[in-house]
């Protein structure tokens, strides 16, 4: 009897094995996906977060037109007998905290596979601390802070240039100009005072120094401001004759409506994506900000071109163009489920060898980079910007000469 | 530089004016009738919203949407009245507090479902232009604004000064039930108070958004600074509100020109506190 007892116990465990087996392969890979869902960066969320949602379209079903974009041919991950990924999008508020408790969520209680956000740096700093504790991956695909592959983390990766190569950017930028006879004496930061401002203004001024320009003047301040008229006027008073903003969204937006009501136009503005980069800039002040320069590795293409697709369907969702912020994200989410597709498993430690190997070329990339290829601090060493400015109603790319779809107007028309 | 100073000056007083406007309606509720209304930010923000909508059907600017803005809020002020108010008062402070708060969260995100957290502008003309007085800048809509708050604060100042109606509603906020001795129907001031501080916010909200952003978290933004502004200018004094916005304009402008904007909030916040530590009434408070 005791022996039939067993015997009925090991058959049903055997059984419940059989049919869990097939069950397992085909489960979806969860993957958490930490944005500005409220909060004053919501926007920015939005698009990130509609973006994703392309991504996992692009991933999930057949899209042969795509050509040879990864994992875009088949439906599903191949190398998990044609799993699906399911994104589990949290909401980080806007703060570093809020933003660190939903990646502990994500890991413990929605066992996801692996994490992806975080879009503000100094989100991003915290969230992905919680991933290296419980050894989960972490890609970021927008966030530039200079110091987040400075802590020595194993589990985080990104995908998008960092703050040294947007200083390199805008440097090689300035130098062209000055060479061909515009003055840059005296350059300003104005910086928003979080991870992301304060990291790029840090690294602008080292790089600023190595090139033997003159940062005159670095105004921090804080992002949800309810008025900048003050660092306007600081500005109209010190002539700069570069104004680089490193300012999130509602800032963004002030500064230009300020600078009119103030009839302030310095000779050349550089913003530096995020806020600049955010569809609502465009709407909202993008015909009081004619020339306004920005950093970005996205191009809509012509129209047939995969690029072009793309933006195709992320419109019918967010009823605007794709901007560069939210294209980073998408990319970092394609990066990282072709790592798993290698992996063939779901296990954290085979997706972070698989992503060490990643080596992708720019034919397999949305984004304008020169591949994907991570160094041993999980940087992307292919990443690359180059510059757009705001002409008419949209932003057209107009430096490096090379990839120039315009010629670049300056000085700064303003309105 | 002189007219640096003075710009700044300027600017300081027109961001002050806008810190006394989002703030009246404030005063009434939270000065005059002792509940703190947490959803007075997103108050403004609904009116923000409704001069957008105003703007993108019917092509119509301020001249229309103060009016239809101040209508619309003073009758969604009543509304809250009867359908929540009236009866989280007969609980304790902290079911004020979590009423008002839920309030404010349901309408942000209310906001947030129906129009997206994308930011939105009106068209930067649609109150036309700046005027320049020998090199200082003065936006015409932010002129309008500061007009505005002044005659909203003189307007509410003699209503609770000069008329019946102003006594009335004191006499409720004093003792209720003495009021109600007198004839006068508790519920009824209290309704006209939530209406006209909301209509209030309705004519600022109206003003606001024809040189701010507008997006659904806008109210939380500014609705702290409208809190200190009350509380600075004393309790239950309409005009002292105006006073206290004008002082902060000012600190915050010249400071975060000297100090730097980082730091523009500790000089306004020491000040508050030192202000509050000599008269915990406020600057223009009764003992």
């Known amino acids: ?415 | 530089m002189s007219v640096t100073i003075l710009q700044l000056v300027v600017s300081g007083v027109l961001l002050g004016a806008l810190y006394a406007l989002f703030a009246s309606g404030l005063t009434l509720i939270w000065g005059m009738m002792n509940v703190v209304n947490f959803a007075h930010g997103d108050f403004v923000m609904l009116a923000m919203y409704t001069t957008f909508v105003v703007w993108k059907t019917l092509g119509l600017g301020p001249a229309a949407s103060v009016p239809i803005a101040a209508l619309l809020m003073a009758t969604v002020g009543i509304v809250v009245y009867f359908a929540l108010v009236r009866h989280v008062m007969r609980g304790p402070m902290i079911a004020q507090i979590l009423g008002t708060f839920g309030l404010a969260l349901f309408l942000r995100y209310a906001v947030f479902w129906y129009f997206g957290a994308n930011f939105l502008s009106l068209p930067d003309n649609l109150v036309g232009g700046t005027f320049d007085l020998s090199g200082i800048r003065i936006p015409a809509a932010r002129l309008l604004a500061g007009a505005v708050a002044l005659l909203v604060t003189a307007g509410l100042h003699l209503l609770l000064t000069r008329t019946a109606l102003g006594s009335r509603m004191l006499a409720v906020a004093e003792d209720q039930v003495a009021a109600q001795l007198m004839g006068i129907k508790p519920h009824q001031m209290q309704a006209v108070a939530w209406g006209l501080a909301a209509g209030a916010t309705g004519i600022a909200g109206a003003l606001i958004a024809t040189f701010f952003y507008i997006s659904p978290t806008v109210g939380e933004t500014l609705v702290i600074v409208a809190f200190v502004t009350v509380s600075l200018g004393g309790f239950g004094n309409v005009p002292g509100a105006l006073v206290a916005g004008l002082l902060i304009g000012v600190i915050e402008s010249l400071s975060a020109y000297w100090i730097g904007p980082v730091y523009k909030d500790i000089v306004v916040y020491s000040l508050f506190v030192a202000v509050l530590w000599l008269r915990p009434q406020g600057l223009m408070g009764k003992t």
Request: without cysteine.
């Open chain 1, 1 to 415: 009897m005791a022996i039939k007892k067993v015997l009925t116990l090991f058959g049903a465990l055997a059984m419940a094995g059989v049919m869990a087996a097939p069950g397992f392969a085909q489960s979806p890979v969860k993957i958490g996906a930490i944005y500005p869902l409220s909060g004053n960066a919501a926007s920015a969320g939005e698009s990130a977060k509609a973006a994703l949602e392309v991504a996992m379209d692009v991933i999930n079903n057949a899209h042969p037109e795509l050509g040879d974009l990864t994992l875009a041919k088949g439906a599903g991950l191949p190398g998990l007998k044609g799993a699906k990924i399911e994104i589990v999008f949290a909401d980080n508020q806007g703060t570093p905290a809020a933003g660190q408790n939903q990646a502990l969520r994500l890991i413990t209680e929605e066992k996801v596979h692996a994490l992806v956000g975080a879009y503000q740096s100094g989100i991003t700093l915290t969230a992905s601390a919680i991933a290296e504790k419980y050894g989960i991956p972490f890609l970021s695909g927008e966030s530039v802070a200079a110091n987040l592959t400075e802590r020595g983390f194993k589990w985080f990766f990104r995908t998008t240039p960092i703050a040294s190569d947007i200083a390199t950017t805008y440097m090689a930028f300035l130098k062209e100009l000055k060479a061909g006879g515009r003055k840059v004496d005296s350059i300003a930061i104005v910086n928003e005072n979080t991870e992301y401002g304060t990291s790029i203004a840090k690294v602008l001024r080292e790089a600023a120094k190595e090139s033997g320009f003159n940062i005159g003047i670095e105004i921090p301040y804080s992002a949800n401001t309810t008025d900048v008229q003050s660092q306007v006027l600081q500005l109209k008073d010190k002539k700069p004759d570069v104004v680089i903003f490193v300012s999130y969204t509602s800032d963004a937006i002030l500064y230009m409506k300020t600078m009119k009501a103030m009839d302030y136009k310095p000779p050349v503005v550089i913003g530096d994506n995020s806020g600049f980069s955010d569809a609502a800039f465009l709407t909202n002040v993008g015909s009081i900000a004619q020339g306004a320069i920005n950093r970005s590795a996205w191009d809509i293409g012509k129209p047939g071109s995969v690029t072009y697709l793309i933006n195709e369907m992320y419109k019918k969702k967010r009823g605007v163009d794709l901007d560069d912020t939210a294209g980073r994200a998408m990319q970092g989410l394609l990066v990282l489920a072709d790592a798993i597709n290698r992996a063939g498993s779901t296990e954290p430690a085979k997706i972070q060898a698989a992503l060490k190997a990643t080596d992708l070329k720019p034919n397999q990339l949305m984004m304008g980079f020169r591949g994907v290829k991570f160094d041993e601090k999980g940087n992307n060493t292919l990443a690359a910007a180059l510059l757009i400015q705001i002409q008419g109603n949209r932003y057209v790319a107009v430096w490096p000469k090379a990839s120039a779809a315009a010629p670049l107007l300056l000085p700064y028309k303003g309105w």
